[in-house]
């Protein structure tokens, strides 16, 4: 079992910047993905990134450029660097791995073990 756990959510005014923390309690697998995702409400669950333990990546188009996902393998964290956040990054964001996966899919099919979540506001 890995348990994942969120930190570093919280209010900011549009064109800020968060960084969002995931630690897994665990080694995860020799190939593995971690993945976030974030949900607001009256929309569906969507992966914004996702990261393989080789260090690729793959992002949502509505985020490219702004958001950055990078790893601490010796710690078993995977971050999010949020940057230029717009209202509509509002959010709560989800951490997510997968053993035995490469490439960090997006898709909320692709992952076992998920995080409590963290809150992310944006104001206008």
């Not at 951490?95 to 944006?122: D, I, K, M, S």
């Amino acid at each position: 079992q890995v348990h994942l756990v969120e930190s570093g959510g919280g209010s900011v005014q549009a064109g800020g910047s968060l960084r969002l923390s995931c630690v897994a309690s665990t080694y995860i697998s020799e190939n593995y993905c971690m993945g976030w995702f974030r949900h607001a409400p009256g929309k569906e669950r969507e992966g914004v990134a996702g990261i393989d333990n080789d260090g690729r990546t793959n992002y949502a188009d509505s985020v490219k450029g702004r958001l950055t996902i990078s790893q601490d393998n010796a710690k078993n964290t995977v971050y999010l660097q949020m940057n230029s956040l717009k209202p509509e990054d509002t959010a709560m964001y989800y951490c997510a791995a997968e053993r035995n996966c490469r490439g960090g899919p997006l898709g909320v099919v692709f992952y076992t073990y998920w995080g409590q979540g963290t809150q992310v506001t944006v104001s206008s």
